[in-house]
């Protein structure tokens, strides 16, 4: 009953975030500015919808690929079918309660597959360390590319976050950020060694032993070209459906692929603040695209366009792979059991 309320408040603090930047990214466009918004809407070519999905399916489909060569090294074989049916589910899952589509993905595999959860716990650690090295890559390029927009915008992140109000580094600011992530650190460890013999100190540390042999699965990949040509293929793919996207709406369709790379990497900051990105997607692509003389109302719309592009391909294709899951592996069992009888 605690878990429920503690996963129900942090959802909806998450959602609360979300809403509140869907509310204020719309007061940002001025009243005058209103039916410019709209109109980028309703002239938008929704039929660019269609390879957009393709594109961002096929994102998915590499990255299914790319989580069963994590797991070569430790002697798991699992269905890619299966894979990516788990990948699926725990992005829609994510879409109700961040960050439990990972646990949720694992268990999946756990059940069908038989590979131990915390063992899965350790490549999805892997997987996002290369997605991190990628986002911050992609930064790199964005600030070489567009460095008057990209390091204006975040100066101007930096500046909200570790400023006062008369616009000089808040030393107050910093050393609060450094004083908490200090002092968390120095609790984990405390609860570590002094709750040792707890149940749950002994599920982490179990956990902790799979991240590791994960982590470690990297040198020991079978694959690791296939490996590295999968997460450039995922991340080109990324840019290839935003700059597909940009084409969607009036005003933005002249954007190139630098602009694409910018939005990209600013946007899925916002994927990571809220379910989905919900509100900050749409929030930080709409002020990149501003920094590219894109009027906001049209930057917002196009953002709009873009998250809902991706909202409505992970609930439709989540959905249909949550149906064809147990049915998938029930008819893999009979098949298996069939040639068990020859």
């Known amino acids: ?6 996963n129900a408040l942090k959802y909806s603090l998450f959602l609360g975030i979300g809403v509140f930047l869907v509310w204020w990214s719309l007061q940002q466009i001025p009243p005058d500015k209103w039916d410019e918004f709209k109109l980028s809407l309703r002239t938008a070519k929704f039929a660019l919808l269609i390879p957009v999905f393709v594109i961002l399916s096929s994102s998915h ?4 690929i790319r989580w069963k060569i994590l797991m070569q090294p430790m002697g798991y074989q699992p269905s890619t079918v299966n894979v990516f049916f788990a990948v699926m589910i725990g992005y829609l899952t994510n879409l109700a309660i961040p960050r439990l589509g990972e646990v949720i993905r ?19 650690v892997v997987e996002r360390a290369f997605d991190v090295i990628c ?4 930064f790199v390029i964005a600030f070489a590319s567009q460095y008057q927009v990209v390091g204006e915008y ?10 006062n109000k008369t616009g000089s580094i808040s030393i107050t600011k910093v050393a609060i950020v450094a004083i908490v992530l200090i002092a968390i650190i120095i ?3 405390v609860w570590f060694n002094q709750f040792a013999h707890l149940n749950i100190v002994i599920a982490l540390k179990k956990i902790l032993r799979g991240v590791v042999e994960g982590l470690a699965s990297i040198k020991n990949l079978q694959q690791k070209g296939k490996f590295l040509w999968c997460t450039v293929g995922i991340w080109t793919l990324y840019v290839v459906g935003t700059w597909v996207g940009l084409q969607a709406t009036q ?6 692929i630098a602009v694409a790379i910018s939005g990209l990497a600013f946007a899925s900051l916002g994927m990571i603040a809220t379910p989905g990105g919900i509100g900050a997607y749409a929030f930080f692509l709409a002020k990149v695209l501003e920094k590219n003389d894109i009027p906001y109302p049209i930057g917002y719309a196009n953002g709009t366009l ?11 294709v989540g959905f249909i792979c949550l149906g064809l899951l147990p049915w998938y592996n029930k008819k893999k069992e009979l098949l298996t059991n069939n040639e068990t009888l020859k």
Do not use: D
Not at 106 to 124: A, D, F, H, N
Not at 251 to 256: A, C, P, Q, S
Not at 306 to 316: C, D, E, G, H, N
């Open 1 to 6: 009953m605690k878990k429920k309320i503690t």
């Open 61 to 64: 489909v590499l990255r299914s």
């Open 106 to 124: 694992c268990t999946l595999l756990t059940r069908y597959e038989k590979i131990p959860t915390e063992k899965l716990v350790g490549t999805i």
């Open 135 to 138: 986002l911050m890559l992609f």
């Open 154 to 163: 975040g100066r101007e992140l930096l500046m909200v976050i570790f400023t």
């Open 187 to 189: 609790a984990i460890k």
């Open 251 to 256: 005003g933005t369709e002249h954007l190139g």
């Open 306 to 316: 873009q998250w809902f592009a991706q909202f409505l391909l992970i609930v439709i």
